[in-house]
């Protein structure tokens, strides 16, 4: 009786997989680079945007940048339960996605560009975009469930997620090229590409829109967790999923904004920086699958986090190498891209695993996806601010400059907090 449930499930899950066509997961990846362009250019020009084009001071540029991302981390969560209420009353969410995906582009500009004595309106337009987004952001995120019928599907999902993340990522510095670069006429500059890069934004958010009213009305089939080597299952449960994401990302986020800061860099290296950042997040998604396929979830989030934890403190220790400490820094930065990232795909992965296994009826799914993706932008934010208050309370120069002293302290504060993000899993694991 057993085996015949278990083929029956099976056979559930493959129908269900093969109404997915791959046109519809081509469809959600696009969306997802588009998302992704919006939010990487919002994060890594915003503040500088604040300050030249808003006129703020960099205090004032700072404080409205942090409301803003608490602002969409609390809309997260809002959004979330939307989700959910839709799903249970069998409305659409077509019609309000869309308003969003309407004002996203004007708003995400407005944003970075408007000029005005008078802080409210700047921040009226960044809410005003970060509300739009999350309306947009949550939703895509919940199809997750839908399109995930077999483990493999989510791990393939995760794995292509963040591919469009590192290829966003890379269109973004392209763009941001001439903003930096440029001295006359900055804001219309400004307006320009970042006019044009919110138009293919939309472009590539459109067709999974289209597409939106098909996959709610396809049914959500209970997924089986991945299992190890030794037969575990190596999914996680959901709370020690977000405060090891929480711990994670608060560390690495605050290393990470150290990096552009770095004395060595100054003048020469920090292009290079960027790129073996870049190039570890892709590898990483080439050697993933075979990771989480072997290891699980919960153990390949523990050793990823782990071993950042421990390429934190070879930082500061390659810092001083003497004169191959260029080329030593750029690997170690290479290779905690690689772990960075290799936890984030098990994270989203484990997250997949968590909605989609829960049962047909089990209306949290929303909820869940929102309150995870609150805790990164939270993380973040706060992770950015640690750094902030760090460097200031520091004996540093004008220039506000790493030195090989500060980057150990540093590095010393946040390795703790990225050791015990990657024991969470462990342990969770071993209780079993």
Known sequence: MMRMLATARRSSCETIAAALSSRCIRHYVLAHVGKSLLWSAADMLGIYALIRYGERTPSAAGLIFMSALLWNAGCDVLVGG???????????????????????????????????????????????????????????????????????????????????????MVIVGVVAVPLLEQQVEGRLVAVRWLSALAMLASLLMLPFLLDLPRLERTPRAAQVPLRDAQGDRGSMRFAPLCVTVLLGTLALTALRKALPQLDIFQGHGLSGCLLAATIGRLLATAVSGGIISGMGCARAL???????????????????????????????????????????????????????????????????????????????????????????????????????????????????????????????????
């Open 302 to 432: 523990s050793v990823s986090y782990m071993l950042c934890a421990l390429l934190v403190l070879v930082l500061p220790a390659v810092f001083g190498s003497g004169e191959l400490r260029v080329g030593a820094i750029l690997l170690v930065v290479g290779l905690i891209g690689v772990f960075q990232e290799l936890g984030n795909i098990s994270s989203w992965t484990a997250l997949i695993e968590i909605t989609a296994s829960a049962p047909a009826c089990h209306w949290r799914v929303g909820t869940r996806i929102g309150t995870f993706s609150m805790m990164g932008k939270v993380a973040s934010g706060v992770g950015g601010l640690l750094f902030g208050l760090f460097l200031s309370s520091g004996q540093t120069p004008s220039s506000a400059l790493v030195g090989a002293t500060m980057l150990w302290h540093l590095c010393l504060l946040v390795a703790p907090m990225a050791w015990l993000a990657g024991t969470l899993p462990h342990w969770q694991v071993r209780a079993r």
């Open 82 to 168: 939307w989700v959910d209420r839709c799903e249970v009353r069998r409305r659409p969410m077509q019609p309000l996605m869309g308003l969003a995906w309407a004002l996203i582009g004007m708003t995400f500009v407005a944003s970075l560009t408007v000029g005005s004595p008078h802080g409210a309106w700047i921040l009226l337009f960044a809410v005003l975009f970060r509300t739009a987004f999350a309306v947009f952001d949550v939703p895509h995120n919940a199809m997750m469930a839908r399109l995930s019928a077999t483990p493999a599907q989510g791990l393939c999902i995760a794995r292509l997620r963040s591919v469009a993340a590192g290829v966003s």
